[in-house]
DNA sequence: GCCAAAATTCTTTTT
DNA sequence: GAATTTTGGC
């Protein structure tokens, strides 16, 4: 490579931090593979790092050493991560590493903060103002139905989520409106979905204001239109990082393109087992074809697993195995020997799962591991829930990542759109959302003829609805609100430069009469939004305006939490990645869940593949033990489903894991091939097996309850699985609601079911049952769940 | 324009 | 079953 620019003494930080040369700490402690990835600095670099292989730690090193030898100064380094969370993880070992300044690194961030950073700088190009507006998904969508309603096209048909989606898959593929093949426009609103692509962007223009799209797509078609501007940066960043490489859509993959050039010293970083982003166009091609990309790229493979223990490695490599079109690695454990198997479990309903769980936490905890070391990691957010219900009864500290976002909340919203039409006028979005909130007597038709004038003139609600308040078009008591609303914001606006912006937003708050609004409302409820719009500015103290506020909530849109106590982590698989815990929970392996059925519709095999790295990466995140769940009924938007294990229950090696006795539903997991030899001792069917003795002894008298009142009913449950177990084995392993048809409930009868007690029904449809219960009220039920009582 | 009741949809995962 | 959206009555 060229490094004929003068070479920089090395960064004064970095000097005083650590002495130079062969000796330095961060190449000491790694391996010879690592040490390779870490020094090949110059031409293409592809190190391909399986789960708990150090990748981190070579991205980090790298820069350490790029900036040691004297390479590159930090603004020299353009390093991007996929999430906040490994950004901020980076720029903290980092400086562990090498004890540079926080702010030493400024192009150290997500594609999408440095997408908006580059963005900002050169807004003008694509037609919007520096200070532009990051729409979310939620505008993003009342946006879309606004242009829907405008060519009239059928809601219900063509849904604006649906719109949503095919833009959103456009602009990760880099396509601007001209540029959306013609092939692809059956996608939606049979041709349409393209006219309303450009009049979507001519709208965010007018607005000002961009989407997370625009962030990756404008800076790719400014360096696209602007070669000298290109070059500019192509000089500026001597080293190019990328962490999560398999995450990468088309979009990101061009504008890595456009930095590195070919010749770039690009280092691209990433795990194709562990893609799990494809739903939101990441591309595993892109790691698949690195070599063909980049030509004369060094690929590295890191294969020493760090993290694991044997067992835990050799059932994620089993299930891993089942995938297709893999580069293929073999991870080798190097970290604590063999271990203990994973430990596979059922539970009869989510309930107990969290119960059950719940129990298995607390003997960790009582063995000596804090909450710390634990984690909950589910397929949906959904399941979520459960857990923190019994934890809450238990007194069992958790914390969820990734839940509810804070900044999603709708007093949250409404406060920042407040904010938002102060700092920037023409967001129209912000003005709809509060224009009548609290309520000020200006509703939809009121708002309809402000789109009608804003329409016609050109310009913005605030505009239009500023000159409105001079005029008569509108009726004198409309006319008075409009004008308080305005002139308030025209008062906020002076107080801008000069008061600090924590105290103007309390002011905007009471002012508007936004926190009086739920001041009155005297619920529970409306005092926890209180306190939420409290905490909201008290998150903005941090920031050094009100701007820079606002950019950071609509890219990060999480709240920073602090260290906190000793907690279970509960989070999505999802959300787990990269992170790595003693003990990890991954209840409800079930069909219709994990792998989730849309996956499988939208993608099919792909998708399944996709849902098995999930699983692949959920297993990786354990260090010393996994435990996996699955329940035979759970319930499912309202009702009351029962469920069969997952298939991926079937794709683990019998070797490495315990089956722990529990309602199996039915059956015991099948496991591969190669374990063969076991399925004389763990027949699929145990009922059906040579040892017909187990079927008395299992779970229904295993069980042992604690609570008298539950045992009860825990006692009919498992008797009534036993029945229709029984039944649904003598065909095949179906689920127990097929098994249904046989009973019938006629209206009248006087039922039990597990969960509501007795009851009588009152209406029947189907298998759908209405049962009045006598403690539990009305309630639909599947005929399947309950059973005659004489 | 507002509010309450009824109907409807939804739940994958996230920057 | 919850949360959102549509509807109907005032």
């Not at 049979?190 to 692509?197: A, E, Q, R, V, W």
């Not at 993959?253 to 739903?279: A, E, P």
């Not at 500290?397 to 920042?416: C, K, T």
């Not at 007597?441 to 050109?458: C, E, F, N, P």
Request: aromatic share 8%; hydrophobic share 40%.
């Amino acid at each position: 490579m060229d490094f004929s620019v003068s070479m920089p003494s090395l960064s004064a930080l970095a000097m005083q931090a650590r002495p130079m040369g062969d000796a330095a700490p961060w190449l000491e402690k790694l391996n010879p593979e690592q040490r390779e990835a870490v020094e090949t600095v110059n031409g293409a670099v592809l190190v391909l790092a399986g789960a708990g292989t150090g990748k981190t730690r070579v991205l980090t090193a790298r820069i350490a050493y790029i900036l040691a030898q004297g390479l590159a100064r930090p603004h020299e380094i353009l390093s991007v991560t996929f999430t906040n969370k490994a950004a901020k993880e980076m720029r903290h070992r980092i400086e562990q590493l090498i004890g540079m300044g926080v702010e030493g690194m400024p192009w150290l961030g997500t594609f999408h903060s440095i997408g908006t950073k580059l963005l900002r700088r050169h807004a003008e190009y694509v037609g919007l103002q520096s200070n532009f507006t990051i729409l979310d998904s939620d505008d993003q969508l009342r946006l879309m139905k606004q242009l829907i309603a405008a060519e009239n096209i059928d809601e219900k048909r063509f849904p604006p989520r649906l719109l949503a989606s095919v833009i959103d898959g456009w602009k990760n593929r880099g396509l601007t409106p001209d540029k959306v093949p013609s092939q692809d426009a059956h996608l939606y609103g049979s041709g349409l979905g393209i006219t309303l692509y450009k009049a979507y962007q001519q709208r965010l223009r007018d607005l000002n204001a961009v989407d997370f799209g625009d962030l990756l797509v404008h800076p790719i078609s400014i360096l696209q239109a602007h070669p000298q501007l290109l070059e500019d940066y192509r000089r500026r960043f001597k080293f190019i990082l990328v962490d999560e490489y398999q995450d990468t859509n088309v979009a990101q993959y061009l504008w890595l393109r456009l930095f590195s050039g070919t010749g770039g010293n690009i280092c691209c970083v990433g795990d194709d087992d562990q893609s799990i982003y494809g739903w939101r166009g990441a591309e595993v091609e892109n790691i698949l074809r690195f070599e063909r990309d980049f030509p004369g790229a060094k690929v590295v493979r890191l294969e020493r697993n760090y993290r694991s223990t044997a067992h835990i490695l050799a059932a994620a490599q089993h299930l891993i195995g089942h995938n297709a079109g893999r580069l293929g690695k073999e991870l080798r454990a190097e970290a604590g020997g063999e271990g203990e198997k994973l430990q596979l479990f059922s539970v009869w309903d989510s309930e107990e799962e969290a119960r059950s769980i719940g129990e298995k936490i607390e003997d960790l905890q009582r063995n000596g591991s804090p909450l710390n070391t634990i984690a909950i990691l589910v397929r949906a957010s959904f399941q979520m829930r459960e857990f923190e219900d019994r934890f809450v009864t238990l007194g069992l500290n958790y914390r969820v990542v990734g839940g509810p976002r804070f900044y999603e909340r709708a007093e949250v919203r409404d406060a920042l759109a407040y904010f938002r039409l102060m700092v920037q006028p023409q967001d129209d979005l912000a003005f709809e959302r509060i224009i009548n909130q609290p309520k000020r007597g200006l509703g939809d038709a009121t708002v309809k003829q402000l789109h009608v004038l804003a329409r016609a003139a050109g310009c913005s609600l605030f505009h239009i609805a500023q000159q409105l308040i001079e005029t008569q078009e509108l009726k004198p008591k409309q006319r008075a609100s409009m004008r308080e609303f305005v002139l308030n914001f025209v008062r906020w606006r002076e107080h801008l430069p000069n008061m600090p912006h924590t105290e103007l937003a309390q002011i905007i708050l009471e002012e508007s009469g936004y926190t009086d609004m739920w001041k009155q409302e005297r619920t529970p409820e409306a005092q926890g939004r209180l306190e939420n719009l409290k905490e909201l500015v008290r998150s903005m103290e941090p920031y050094g305006s009100m701007q820079e506020f606002l950019e950071h909530v609509s890219l990060v849109m999480e709240v920073e939490v602090g260290a906190q106590q000793d907690a279970v982590t509960i989070m999505t698989l999802h959300g787990a990645k990269g992170l790595e815990f003693d003990s990890v929970f991954l209840p409800g392996w079930e069909e219709n869940l994990f792998p989730h059925p849309r996956a499988l519709d939208e993608k099919g095999k792909a998708g399944l593949e996709e849902e098995r790295r999930l699983a692949y990466v959920g297993i990786t995140r354990a260090k010393l033990r996994a435990f996996i769940s699955f329940a035979s009924n759970r319930r499912m938007h309202g009702s009351w489903n029962s469920t069969s294990p997952s298939r991926f229950i079937d794709e683990l090696p019998h070797a490495s894991v315990d089956i722990n006795e529990g309602p199996f539903a039915g059956r015991m997991p099948r496991f591969d091939a190669p374990q063969a030899a076991y399925s004389s001792n763990f027949a699929p069917n145990r009922f059906q097996s040579a040892t017909p003795q187990r079927f008395e002894e299992s779970p229904v008298e295993r069980y042992t309850p604690q609570h008298d009142r539950y045992s009860a009913s825990k006692a009919r449950q498992h008797a009534y699985v036993k029945t229709i177990e029984g039944q649904v084995l003598s065909r095949s392993d179906g689920p127990a609601k097929s098994a249904s048809k046989a009973t019938t409930h006629a209206v009248g009868a006087r039922v039990f079911h597990i969960k509501f007690g007795y009851g009588r029904v009152t209406q029947a449809d189907g298998d759908k049952l209405t049962v009045e219960f006598e403690k539990a009220g009305d309630k639909k039920v599947m005929a399947g769940f309950v059973e005659a009582v004489v």
